[in-house]
């Protein structure tokens, strides 16, 4: 991996999503010259993708796998997870990018891409597993974690919400932050209305936010190549 990651001047991720909102985004900004990532594959969770079918229009490879066949089968997540771990390993994935992935992953996942994992999440979030984030202007609002952050910002009565990149951890929706901004919610907002403000930010800040990561994982394999 790492003389890979120095020869080829491109760090090979992996898309995990669910519909796949994000990843024109993506891939948009993988095709600039000076990207420093390269999308080697896209998995949905989901047989019916209306991302994976972009995918493919594209000429990326893609891959379903879903939690339900394998739980049909009386098959465990951990050997789901295996089995995602493998399917990434076989594509020389370096780097994760979780971009609608609805499912927490395990333990022995996380360390088969250890530090090398990122979310996106619908909602401003820390580092740490606390109740409140601090905002810009020093006022402090709930972390809305999980699947349904959106709606639980709408109902909240807060004003503003937002969106982060980060790092996964064991921990649901923590992790050191690689970005994150602020969303504005209005009176007359709907979910509908909301989620589509949101994910337009998303779309500004992840695509930065990967190559942050994946400049930061070139160093550290330089450093390394040359200190052997």
């Not at 948009?28 to 972009?54: C, H, Y």
């Not at 349904?148 to 951890?169: I, M, P, Q, R, Y």
């Not at 602020?182 to 709907?190: A, Q």
């Amino acid at each position: 991996m790492k003389q890979g990651l120095v020869e080829a001047q491109k760090v090979k991720i992996a898309v995990l999503i669910g519909g796949g909102g994000r990843l024109e985004a993506i891939y948009r900004a993988t095709q600039n010259p000076d990207s420093q990532a390269e999308i080697a594959l896209v998995v949905s969770f989901k047989r019916q993708s209306p991302g994976l079918e972009w995918a493919e229009t594209q000429g990326l490879k893609t891959e379903y796998l879903r939690w339900t066949d394998f739980k049909q089968k009386g098959r465990s997540r951990t050997e789901y997870d295996a089995a995602l771990t493998e399917l990434l390993q076989a594509h020389a994935v370096e780097l994760v990018v979780l971009a609608g992935w609805g499912l927490l992953l395990t333990r022995a996942f996380l360390e088969a891409f250890a530090k090398r994992v990122i979310n996106v999440h619908p909602a401003l979030l820390t580092d740490t597993y606390q109740t409140k984030v601090r905002l810009d202007n020093g006022d402090f609002v709930p972390v809305f974690r999980g699947n349904d952050a959106l709606e639980k910002a709408l109902h909240s009565g807060v004003n503003v919400t937002g969106c982060t990149v980060h790092f996964v951890t064991r921990q649901m929706d923590t992790g050191p932050i690689v970005v994150k901004r602020e969303v504005r919610i209005y009176p007359n907002d709907t979910l509908e209305t909301l989620a589509a403000r949101v994910h337009r930010v998303e779309d500004e800040i992840l695509p930065p936010a990967i190559e942050q990561v994946c400049a930061q994982l070139q160093t550290i394999a330089s450093e390394l190549l040359n200190s052997e």
